[in-house]
């Protein structure tokens, strides 16, 4: 079983105000890395998939980079907005379609 | 395209009680997967399939927890009896399988357990 931390495990926020989490895991030979957005009541919602050290994706305020060489991912959201609230998941997939997940980080927006 | 879908939402039910979940993936995903996630902690996978066989079932508690996945399509995850530390949202997931690269997962909203 891999060691996939997140941090913070909670962030509280204002509206407006930019964030960023992180994803820890042991540098290793991986396919991907997946970040999710969960929202309350509703299914993980798929963000960024991730294979290449040095990958950067974004889709509209949030953007996600990848380091396999120092084993962590960042998330950013710029300007976050209440409707970012949300626990944010990463996990690692590896072969035959094996995923390992961190704990979350769960974000509030204050309006 | 419609996706995974889960049923119940919600469940609640006294500790040695049995309880089932149900499962309908994405049509043609061949890998379909169980985890539980627990307050706090991140999704734990507890049994994976490919079509109808078991891929992993490692971290599955084979006392009292039992799935199957009939003509590799549906899925159904059992727990009898319950415990109260088998409260936990029961997450199920499904892909298209692919030999080399992986692919990606699509998820279910997901049955809320809660054990009494």
Known sequence: ILNVEQSPQSLHVQEGDSTNFTCSFPSSNFYALHWYRWETAKSPEALFVMTLNGDEKKKGRISATLNTKEGYSYLYIKGSQPEDSATYLCALQYNFNKFYFGSGTKLNVKP | ?116
């Open chain 2, 1 to 116: 395209e419609a996706g995974v879908a889960q049923s119940p939402r919600y469940k609640i039910i006294e500790k040695r009680q049995s309880v089932a979940f149900w499962c309908n993936p994405i049509s043609g995903h061949a890998t379909l997967y169980w985890y539980q996630q627990i307050l706090g902690q991140g999704p734990k996978l507890l049994i994976q399939f490919q079509n109808n066989g078991v891929v992993d079932d490692s971290q599955l508690p084979k006392d009292r927890f039992s799935a199957e996945r009939l003509k590799g399509v549906d899925s159904t995850l059992k727990i009898q009896p319950a415990k109260l530390e088998d409260s936990a949202v029961y997450l199920c997931a499904s892909s298209l399988t692919v030999r080399d690269g992986g692919s990606e997962q699509y998820f279910g909203p997901g049955t809320r357990l809660t054990v009494t």
